[in-house]
């Protein structure tokens, strides 16, 4: 599971600069929310954070809470690099 080093940085400069999209529900009667935000399939998960994010863990994982970890691993092998798509 991927996360967040540094929930200062998250909130002070990620959120911004990537633009990111905010969701979030709740269901008081079965005990169960979850607040993210979101861009390009890949999902910042906050829900066990305080509001500020200052306390807690900051959860990354893709669309439908697919794992990342092998994005990881590539980008830590060097086999990963920014590109931009042909038309």
């Known amino acids: 599971m991927l ?14 600069k990537y633009n990111l999209e905010w969701d979030a529900d709740s269901d008081y009667e079965s005990g169960t929310h979850y607040a993210i935000y979101m861009k390009h ?3 910042f998960d906050v829900s066990d954070c305080t509001e500020d994010l200052k306390e807690g863990t900051i959860y990354i994982s893709g669309i439908e809470n697919s794992e990342l970890d092998i994005l990881y691993d ?8 920014k590109g931009e798509k042909d038309e």
């Open 74 to 81: 590539l980008i830590k092998a060097d086999l990963v690099e």
């Open 3 to 16: 996360k967040i080093k540094d929930n200062d940085k998250f909130y002070n400069e990620i959120i911004s």
């Open 41 to 43: 399939g890949v999902v």
